[in-house]
């Protein structure tokens, strides 16, 4: 069934390609045609290589998240619109951040995690997270507080794909974790250039990351469904 599907995969690539080159050459206008096909055709490719598991939470959990990601596309095209978009991705790291739960092999057991540990193993991802809120938070005035709330959940977005080592195959982990890790690198960018000071090509280091980002999350998951561990 993994096979199947392979055509929106194609499709994929030729919006992906499209929008960056209506961003290289400012034609950002047209983009309302092409950035909503990105999300469009991965959640085709998802649902159609998933068929097996209709039904299934994890189906339902990157579903969500790939349509929530689809709406914050759009919304994000508009800057009056920018906080209701803040808050449709906010619900795709929510959503993404089950299915990570959902594509472990080990059940979650507080009374043996250590803490201590895990604190060091994401102490990086800490430090890069509040590095980009101590750059930008003087310019966020009403919006921090749900700038911060989205960091907060980026952050665990992120930790929780590191956290999936040895818990799943290797291609599955690698590859989910680099696009949690681009997802939270596009954010960073995109954060910066709104709210810190202009990126030179930032919208195609943002949309070029975050493309990456949302086909590597699909792909990692994908891979755990062929092969658990």
């Known amino acids: 069934m993994y096979k199947k599907g392979i055509v929106w995969l194609y499709l994929f690539l030729v919006a992906a390609l499209a929008d960056m080159a ?18 469009a055709f ?22 969500a998240a790939l349509f929530f990601s689809l709406a914050g596309d759009v919304l994000l095209l508009f800057p009056n619109l920018f906080l209701y978009g803040l808050g449709a991705f906010f619900m795709t790291h929510i959503c993404y951040i089950i299915a990570f739960k959902l594509t472990q092999n080990h059940l979650f057991n507080p009374l043996k995690v250590n803490f201590i540990k895990m604190f060091l193993y994401n102490l990086p991802v800490y430090i890069l997270a509040a590095f980009v809120y101590f750059l930008i938070h003087k310019q ?56 810190f000071e202009p990126i030179p090509d930032g919208d195609v280091l943002i949309m070029g990351t975050y493309t990456l980002a949302q086909l590597l999350i699909i792909m990692g998951i994908r891979s755990h469904l062929i092969s658990p561990r």
């Open 42 to 63: 991965l959640l085709g490719y998802f649902l159609q290589s998933t068929s097996l598991i209709r039904g299934s939470l994890l189906r339902k959990s990157v579903s």
């Open 140 to 195: 966020l005035n009403e919006l921090k507080i749900p700038v911060v709330m989205y960091l907060l959940v980026l952050v665990m977005m992120l930790t929780l794909a590191r956290e999936r080592f040895g818990r799943t195959n290797a291609a599955s982990f690698w590859q989910l974790f680099l696009g949690a890790f681009l997802f939270f690198i596009s954010d960073g960018l995109l954060a910066l250039d709104r709210f």
């Open 22 to 39: 209506l961003i290289v050459h400012s034609e950002s206008q047209y983009r309302i045609f092409s950035k909503p096909l990105l999300m």
